[in-house]
């Protein structure tokens, strides 16, 4: 199973700049989007124009038209479908889709989420770190049942020194403060979620996923690995390759952030 977890920055616009043509060619089996903004019909229409027309869609769109928006599209169909994360707080914010699959090995569960950008020291600070405690206990049902299941995602946290370019200069900036870190410390040790990405590709820096398209950020690769393949131990166990789409140059890129691809060994 290939699957690639992109946040496109708005489905629309990556589609104008290729980047469904991109995830096209990839020939992949399970797609995660994230910040889709837009209606069903809206992704419907790009999915079809891109090619997966007859592909089962699972989306959720934020309330407020424009923000968010988290999909799965996947060759086969779901076997169930949620967008409730946990807390009725974050129903309606288009921040989490999840849906069984079939396959060879069984049933697998696949997330996509965007998790909130946060800002330290306000209430959407809280907000965020209250969203990630449900994403947690999720896990922590699934990690105790031995179940097949995969988190991926705009976590907006980088982990670890290696996971952003300019580290020292946002110690007590959302995104890299301890308090966020400390639930993917939970997750990988107490829970035993692997980190796909890292455990493949070996120590970084990078490779980031997440450049502003502001000043020379892309081109002085000053980025953040803030997108994740999250999996429980026995799917972790069956990961065999993990790449990172980066553009070859700027003018290539069709999001601010670069696709996240993994293969699993699921025969």
């Known amino acids: 199973m290939r699957l690639i977890t992109a946040n496109v920055n708005g489905i629309r616009a990556a589609a104008r700049r290729g980047g469904m043509a991109w995830l096209a060619a990839q020939e992949a089996d399970v797609l995660c989007l994230q910040e889709v903004r837009a209606t069903d019909e809206q992704l419907a229409q790009c999915l079809d124009e891109g090619g997966f027309g007859d592909w089962h869609v699972a989306h959720t769109e934020a309330a407020a038209k424009g923000r968010a928006g988290v999909a799965v599209v996947s060759r086969d169909p779901h076997l169930r479908a949620s967008t409730s994360v946990g807390a009725e707080e974050f129903d309606g914010s288009g921040r989490w889709v999840e849906v069984d699959l079939a396959t060879a090995a069984g049933t697998v569960t696949v997330v996509s989420t965007y ?40 976590l907006n946290i980088a982990h670890h020194e290696d996971d952003l370019k300019n580290w020292k200069g946002n110690l007590k900036k959302s995104g890299f403060l301890p308090e966020e870190r400390a639930h993917l410390d939970r997750w990988f040790s107490e829970l035993q979620w692997a980190d796909v990405h890292r455990t493949l590709h070996g120590p970084g820096p990078g490779p980031y996923t997440w450049w502003s398209w502001r000043g020379k950020a892309f081109d002085n690769d000053a980025g953040w690995r803030i997108d994740y393949q999250l999996a429980s131990r026995p799917l972790a166990d069956r990961a065999v390759r993990a790449v990172v789409g980066r553009a070859e140059a700027y003018d290539q890129r069709w999001s601010d952030h670069a696709a996240v691809v993994v293969d699993y060994d699921l025969g």
Not at 121 to 132: A, H, I, N, P, V
């Open 115 to 154: 998790v909130h950008t946060g800002e330290a020291g306000t209430d959407r600070q809280s907000e965020k770190l209250r969203f990630l405690d449900e994403v947690g206990s999720r896990m922590a049902r699934w990690a105790e049942a031995g179940h097949l299941a995969v988190v991926t995602g705009d």
